[in-house]
């Protein structure tokens, strides 16, 4: 990877309405990490770019943007990229997972200044997204302090290592001199889920280097879309997660004398959250006495699942030139910490006891459940060069990699988990809405990795490069991978380029996946349940005959065109094709029933299913990305126009059911699940937009199409099936000095919602499910930003 300049076309930018601002500031753009080549001479521009690689100048958003976080900026601007945020989904409310081309969270390696990005903690157990995956948190980042993000639609491993199946999102930070603020407010016009946002950077100067500092406070009130006439629903909290983020980031480059160069970027984010589990019924409903006491909630009560999450972040590099050789050597550390209490609950086997013993029936109302953490540890060297008479120009690259992961889980509270009556009294054990982690699901694992790459991109003709990449990489839990890739482009004239890629990738099982373990409460067409979820090597995978987890393997196939006929106008299309063999999955839900060999195991262990993480299918993704931009003069102003599509289609090919589970693939991916995964999110999304500025004056209107999805239904044969979607954003900006900027206006104006559905049918229980652009309808937003 080399710095390269940005050049000022619409496409390069590829915002919607970052691309007007991105041109006119080009001269003050820093210079950026182009992800997904190793090149060490500036690339043209992203049309010129051997694989897909779209640009986000990200200073227009942070400014005056109708969304406050990352993820949700991403989400309305990056057609292959989805962001859904979930509602009663447990951790996946606290937490908003990202994915790229309808794959998995954890199939998108994220990377900061071209480094490893840490995953969360949590693995994603419920919700409509990313459904036994991890993810990187996007959110943890603070808009203000990034410059832009740039995102690699093609399959990487081979560069990168593992993850990067579905492709490569670039974080690059910010280190230019200045200083700038930002005060936002917005909320729902249903009058709830206020938003309040100050953020602040200043770029300062340290030594003829620079050192950028952002200080980031979020506060984002709960949303509740709840019916409270509708009696099938009950008193449910539906919405959106309230949220409270501190947070601060620095970056800097500071010469050391000749060609050597030390950098440093630093991070530190925590966030409070609080989010609605599944009511539980007062006097006269099955609730009582089972999970819930008359005496505490006479009328019911609704459990609150609260969150303390410290994500922390730090690269330390050296750059050098040796011998003609670019190196540059680097220590990644990054951790992400998640501990649960919940609150207004209570343990119904303790209030039983008291009730037996002559109390009153009473528990306590809140309890610490426990939590997780994972960190990781990466240590690089990049060693690149620039060769002008080889084979017409030549850059080769190689490098090394070692990064040590650890991963741990930590007990809750007795009375979070514990039973306490022993008597059979009817009073579940554990802390309603979300049971804390037992000390037998205590856990404390690590693992580490080797690998070797090597990268060589040749011009070999004028209009002809090609790029070939190699890596191998060992684990030290499951053994080796090799990968590679073959890319390449043909200029065909001055205004098109011809683009493709072949290679093969892989993923590693995550240590979550391996080590998660835990008891909760799952509600079937409004019915709970206990589910044990056994982690790989227990005695329930050992008596289901499931194998160690191994890595998933893919091919990837991409075909493109470009064309730029002028420097006001450009378009691309990239067809691709992603096979995945052996993915790793959450199982379908195993019961005496349907498999007696678990039947005494789950007796004994008081639970009536189980499910794990297998090795057991196949999948084959194809899908269209499109982008066109143009701009031109419109009066006594400038219009700027941008269309960007995707459309992804994933199909399971296959099941490789375990020996001992053959003949119960149904149940190892059940219709269910398999929706889950091929249409997690929509099979298409397509953002048009407009802006149109004048002197200090600057109107935005964006239309966002959201496709299609089907989900299945708790019922044998029930199918959800969403309709297409689309909304429209509309934003003012006003320019009221050279320093201070003012920007309202409204997200979802015509406030449209999902098709609505049987409660009793969707994933989170309410007749709006957390899908396509999510159920909370139209917001509103103003924001002052100031440079000074």
């Given at each position: 990877m080399h710095a390269t300049r940005l050049l000022p076309t619409a496409l390069a930018a590829l915002t919607l309405f970052a691309t007007a601002s991105a041109i006119a500031q080009d001269s003050s753009l820093e210079r950026v990490t182009v992800v997904g080549s190793r090149k060490s001479l500036p690339a043209a521009s992203s049309t010129d770019t051997v694989v897909p690689v779209d640009i986000y100048s990200m200073g227009k958003i942070a400014e005056g943007g109708g969304q406050f976080d990352l993820?949700?900026?991403?989400?309305?601007?990056?057609p292959s990229f989805n962001s859904t945020r979930q509602t009663g989904a447990d951790g996946a409310d606290l937490i908003d997972s990202a994915a790229l081309r309808g794959l998995g969270s954890d199939q998108t390696l994220v990377l900061v200044n071209g480094k490893r990005r840490h995953t969360v903690a949590l693995v994603n157990l419920f919700g409509a997204r990313n459904r036994g995956a991890t993810g990187t948190d996007m959110n943890s980042l603070p808009l203000l302090a990034i410059d832009n993000v740039q995102v690699l639609r093609d399959g990487a491993a081979a560069q990168y290592g593992s993850d990067a199946i579905a492709g490569v999102i670039n974080v690059q930070l910010k280190k230019k001199q200045g200083c700038e603020a930002v005060a936002g407010y917005g909320q729902y016009s249903a009058g709830d889920?206020?938003?309040?946002?100050?953020?602040?950077?200043?770029?300062?100067?340290?030594?003829?280097?620079?050192?950028?500092?952002?200080?980031?406070?979020?506060?984002?009130?709960?949303?509740n879309r709840n019916d409270p006439n509708d009696e099938n629903v009950g008193p449910r909290t539906i919405g959106d997660t309230a949220v409270k983020n501190k947070t601060v980031y620095?970056?800097?480059?500071?010469?050391?004398?000749?060609?050597?160069?030390?950098?440093?970027?630093?991070?530190?984010?925590?966030?409070?959250?609080?989010?609605?589990?599944?009511?539980r019924g007062g006097v006269g409903s099955d609730d009582?006495?089972?999970?819930?006491?008359?005496?505490?909630?006479?009328?019911?009560?609704?459990?609150?699942?609260?969150?303390?999450?410290?994500?922390?972040?730090?690269?330390?590099?050296w750059k050098s030139n040796l011998a003609g050789w670019d190196t540059d050597l680097s220590q990644t550390y990054g951790s992400n910490k998640m501990r649960y209490n919940i609150s207004n609950t209570l343990n119904a086997s303790i209030a039983n006891k008291d009730l037996l013993a002559g109390g009153k029936g009473v528990s306590a109302t809140s309890f610490d459940a426990g939590g997780f953490g994972f960190s990781q540890a990466t240590t690089n060297l990049d060693v690149s060069r620039f060769f002008p008479e080889l084979l017409g120009g030549s850059n080769i690259a190689f490098g090394a990699e070692y990064r040590k992961e650890k991963y741990n889980i930590v007990a809750g509270e007795l009375g979070s988990y514990n039973d306490a009556d022993g008597v059979g009294f009817g009073g579940n054990a554990g802390s309603q809405g979300f049971p804390g982690f037992q000390p037998g699901d205590a856990t404390n694992k690590s693992r580490s990795s080797e690998a070797l790459y090597a990268d060589w991109e040749a011009t070999l003709t004028p209009s002809l490069t090609v790029d070939a990449a190699v890596r191998a990489e060992h684990y030290s839990d499951f053994g080796s991978s090799t990968t590679a890739k073959l890319a390449g482009s043909f200029k065909v004239s001055k205004e098109v380029l011809l683009r493709g890629a072949a290679s093969t990738g892989f993923r590693a099982p995550s240590l979550q996946q391996l080590y998660f373990s835990s008891t909760?409460?799952?509600f079937i067409s409004g019915k709970p349940l206990d589910v044990v979820l056994a982690p790989n090597g227990s005695k329930i995978t050992a008596a289901a005959g499931v194998p160690?987890?191994?890595?998933e393997k893919s091919k990837n196939f991409t075909l493109g065109l470009t064309v730029k006929p002028s420097t006001d106008t450009a378009f691309t299309v990239d067809l691709y094709q992603i096979n995945i063999k052996d993915r790793i999955v959450l199982s379908g839900r195993f019961d005496e029933d349907n498999y007696p060999a678990l039947g005494a195991i789950l007796q004994g262990l008081g639970v009536g299913q189980a499910q794990f993480f297998v090795n057991s299918v196949n999948t084959r993704t194809r899908g269209l990305d499109l982008t066109a931009s143009t701009r031109a003069k419109l009066g006594a102003g400038q219009l700027n126009t941008f269309?960007?599509?995707?459309?992804?289609?994933?199909?399971?090919?296959?099941?490789?059911?375990?020996?001992?589970?053959?003949?119960?693939?149904?149940?190892?991916?059940?219709?269910?699940?398999?929706?889950?995964?091929?249409?997690?999110?929509?099979?298409?999304?397509?953002?048009?937009?407009?802006?149109?500025?004048?002197?200090?004056?600057?109107?935005?209107?964006?239309?966002?199409?959201?496709?299609?999805?089907?989900?299945g239904g708790f019922s044998d044969g029930v199918y959800l099936h969403y309709?297409?979607?689309?909304?429209?954003?509309?934003?003012?900006?006003?320019?009221?000095t050279p320093a201070l900027k003012f920007s309202v206006g409204g997200n979802n104006v015509f406030n449209v919602k999902p098709t609505r559905q049987d409660p009793f049918e969707t994933d989170n229980g309410f007749y709006y499910d957390s899908v396509q652009f999510g159920l909370n309808g139209a917001s509103y937003y103003a924001r002052a930003h100031y440079r000074f």
């Open positions: 993820a949700q900026s991403l989400q309305y601007i990056s889920g206020k938003n309040y946002l100050a953020s602040a950077y200043c770029g300062v100067k340290i030594a003829d280097g620079s050192l950028g500092i952002t200080g980031e406070w979020q506060d984002r009130g709960r949303s620095l970056n800097g480059e500071f010469p050391a004398g000749g060609d050597n160069k030390l950098y440093v970027t630093a991070g530190a984010q925590n966030r409070d959250a609080s989010s609605g589990a599944w009511a009582i006495p089972s999970r819930n006491s008359a005496a505490m909630y006479p009328d019911g009560f609704v459990p609150f699942i609260n969150g303390k999450i410290e994500d922390r972040y730090l690269i330390v590099g909760f409460t799952d160690a987890l191994k890595q269309l960007a599509l995707n459309v992804s289609n994933t199909k399971v090919t296959g099941i490789n059911a375990p020996a001992a589970l053959k003949g119960f693939e149904d149940v190892l991916l059940s219709e269910r699940e398999r929706l889950f995964m091929e249409q997690g999110g929509p099979r298409s999304k397509a953002t048009l937009g407009f802006e149109y500025s004048q002197g200090a004056w600057t109107g935005e209107a964006k239309v966002i199409h959201f496709g299609s999805q089907t989900q309709k297409p979607k689309t909304s429209m954003d509309l934003g003012m900006s006003w320019q009221a």
